[in-house]
C-alpha cells in the first residue's frame, strides 16, 4: 500500500439526506456486498424523518414533543390548573 500519494478526493460540499457529509470516493464499488447503496430500502417516511433534538431541554420532554405528548412542565402545569378548579 502506497501511503505517500495524496488522495483525490474532494471535500464534502453537500450532506446527505442521513445527516453525514456527502463526499465522493471514485473508487467504491457499489455493487460490493460490504457496500449498502439504498440503506433506506423497505423502509416508510415516518422511519426516515429526522429528529433534531433540542439541546436546551431535557431528553424525555424531547421525546414527549417527538411523540406529540406534553411536557413534563406542560403537564405540571395542567395539574396545577386541574388542582385549584377542584
Known sequence: MDTTNQNNVAPATEIDTSGAPQQI????????PAVDNDP????TTEQNRIDFNDPTI???DQVAINLGMKTEE???KEA???AKKG
Not at 25 to 32: A, G, Q, R, S
Not at 40 to 43: F, K, N, S
Open 74 to 76: 406542560e403537564a405540571a
Open 58 to 60: 431535557s431528553g424525555s
Open 80 to 82: 396545577k390548573r386541574a
Open 40 to 43: 433506506r430500502a423497505g423502509t
Open 25 to 32: 470516493v471514485p473508487d467504491v464499488d457499489m455493487e460490493h
